[in-house]
């Protein structure tokens, strides 16, 4: 993991964090394909995958566009997997 990409995964982590009832249960694996795009695998734990996807997927569409946001302005590519 290069230290640049730190932010991505600490500001995936943060957010995630305030919405989870078990904040401790939250972790974010990072990974560099041979592009250069980063991926963030995100796990929860079991009882708050339904927080974090959201109704719809709303929520997490919305942890994925502050993060690609995040991701622009330091000119990157993100990919957010939540993985079980």
């Given amino acids: 993991?290069?230290?640049?990409?730190?932010?991505?995964?600490?500001?995936?982590e943060a957010l995630t964090k305030r919405i989870v009832e078990h904040p401790d249960e939250v972790s974010v694996e990072q990974f560099?394909?041979?592009?250069?795009?980063?991926v963030l695998e995100l796990a929860v734990?079991?009882?708050?995958?339904?927080?974090?996807?959201?109704r719809g997927g709303r929520t997490a569409s919305a942890l994925r566009?502050?993060?690609k946001a995040a991701a622009v302005?330091?000119?990157?590519?993100?990919?957010v997997d939540i993985v079980d």
């Fill in 1 to 12: 993991m290069a230290p640049a990409d730190a932010p991505l995964r600490d500001l995936l």
């Fill in 65 to 67: 566009t502050v993060v």
């Fill in 45 to 54: 734990g079991d009882d708050d995958y339904g927080r974090v996807i959201g």
């Fill in 32 to 38: 560099e394909e041979g592009d250069g795009t980063v």
């Fill in 73 to 79: 302005r330091e000119k990157k590519r993100v990919l």
